[in-house]
């Protein structure tokens, strides 16, 4: 009779350590799949809009600070676009943002690839900047005139997940809004990569897929 009952005992032990052994490996490859989702639907980090202005601790301002004294060391025009920008210009449609100088760009169309550098100004005499805030991006392209900053350039772009409208717009000579030229529905894509800040937008044409790449510098 003792012999039964202990041979019971070891059977329901070695019953349950199964079962636990196959609920362990069960929670195991539950995370193991959700660990390969993730990393499939997150290919690279995405940049969350968070306002410099708003800023309060002293490490982060003083991060700040360096990231300004690095730029205006090393581009001439970005002391004075930086001026231009805080003055709350109308092309920013009176928007709190965060602008950044655009360094290069890469423009794949199918099997051609376009690089250009826009550390200097172009052959008219304009820098690139972008902008982002809370509801869109803007790419400009800005003068320096006597150390002041003319808007040669607008193109608004909407901020969101999944297919949004870029605008061309217009301005007068008085700062109005003139009119609005729609160019593309285009997917946009703020990104760090490295330490380094991505703007992406793609767009099909002809069935094909056109994928802007700006690079917008170190991050803070």
Request: aromatic residues 14%; neutral net charge.
């Amino acid at each position: 009779m003792k012999k039964s009952l202990l041979l019971l005992i070891i059977i329901h032990c070695y019953s349950c350590e199964q079962t636990k052994n196959a609920y362990s490996t069960s929670k195991e490859a539950i995370s193991s799949s959700a660990d390969y989702l993730d990393s499939t639907l997150i290919k690279q980090p995405i940049k969350y809009f968070d306002d410099r202005s708003a800023k309060s601790d002293s490490l982060e301002k003083k991060k700040l600070i360096d990231y300004y004294s690095y730029h205006e060391n090393k581009y001439p025009e970005y002391s004075a676009v930086r001026k231009w920008f805080k003055s709350n210009p109308p092309q920013t449609q009176n928007l709190q943002g965060n602008f950044y100088k655009i360094v290069k760009s890469v423009v794949k169309d199918g099997k051609n690839i376009d690089r250009k550098n826009h550390e200097k100004s172009d052959p008219s005499g304009s820098y690139k900047y972008f902008y982002e805030t809370e509801d869109f991006y803007f790419i400009f392209n800005l003068k320096q005139q006597n150390n002041k900053i003319i808007c040669v350039g607008v193109r608004r772009i909407g901020n969101g997940i999944g297919d949004e409208s870029m605008y061309d717009v217009i301005y007068d000579d008085n700062n109005i809004v003139k009119k609005e030229i729609f160019q593309a529905e285009v997917n946009p894509d703020l990104y760090e990569e490295d330490d380094i800040i991505y703007f992406e937008f793609e767009k099909k044409v002809d069935d094909k897929k056109v994928v802007n790449t700006l690079n917008l510098g170190r991050t803070i």
